[in-house]
Structures are given as structure tokens and as C-alpha cells.
């Protein structure tokens, strides 16, 4: 790899690099899988709802509130198996509260 002494874009500097890449993937997929079941989130907690990583087929999902999710730990069952539709496995579907920044 050859070094810059002036900045790249993100997309080139990911093409160039095995590392960003996969990232790129992932952060891709991630996306993909939330915009997949956004149908399925009731509209008042979509806006509460980001994609997080995925690694060895657990998708997380981050959430904004305790109450968040726990509604979506309710809907877990039926994200799996629509995400398992549209091809987009998931092994499990984790979701974690982020922490507020205070």
C-alpha cells in the first residue's frame, strides 16, 4: 500500500484497504437488515432504533430506552424469521441500550 500525503475519500480509502472493506461490508449489511424490517417496528419506536454490528451471524440492535427494548425483544421471533425471508440471516438479534451521553 502505498502512502498519501493528502486526503482520500472514505470510499476509495475502503477499496484500497482489506481492512476498511470488510467493515464497509458489515456496516452495509447492518443497514441493510434494519431497513428490511423497519415495516415491522411500530412507527412510534422507529426513530429509537439503529443498526449495530453484526459478527459470526448475531445482528445487534441498538435502542434508545430500557422500554424500547424491551418491545422489541417482544418482536425478536418475528424480525428473524422475515429477515430469514428476504435471504438476510441473522442467527440471533441482540439489542442493547446505548448509554446517554450526559
Given at each position: ?9 472514505l ?5 484500497e ?29 422507529r ?20 422500554a ?15 429477515l ?19
Amino acid at each position: 500500500m502505498q502512502r498519501r500525503h493528502q486526503a482520500i475519500p472514505l470510499h476509495q480509502a475502503a477499496q484500497e484497504s482489506p481492512t476498511f472493506a470488510r467493515l464497509a461490508d458489515l456496516v452495509r449489511a447492518s443497514s441493510t437488515r434494519l431497513k428490511a424490517i423497519s415495516n415491522l417496528l411500530p412507527a412510534p419506536l422507529r426513530a429509537s432504533v439503529q443498526a449495530g454490528p453484526i459478527e459470526d451471524g448475531c445482528w445487534c440492535l441498538l435502542v434508545s430506552s430500557n422500554a424500547v427494548a424491551a418491545k422489541l425483544r417482544q418482536l425478536v421471533p418475528a424480525l428473524q424469521a422475515h429477515l430469514a425471508q428476504k435471504d438476510l440471516h441473522v442467527t440471533s438479534i441482540r439489542i442493547k441500550v446505548q448509554n446517554r451521553a450526559g
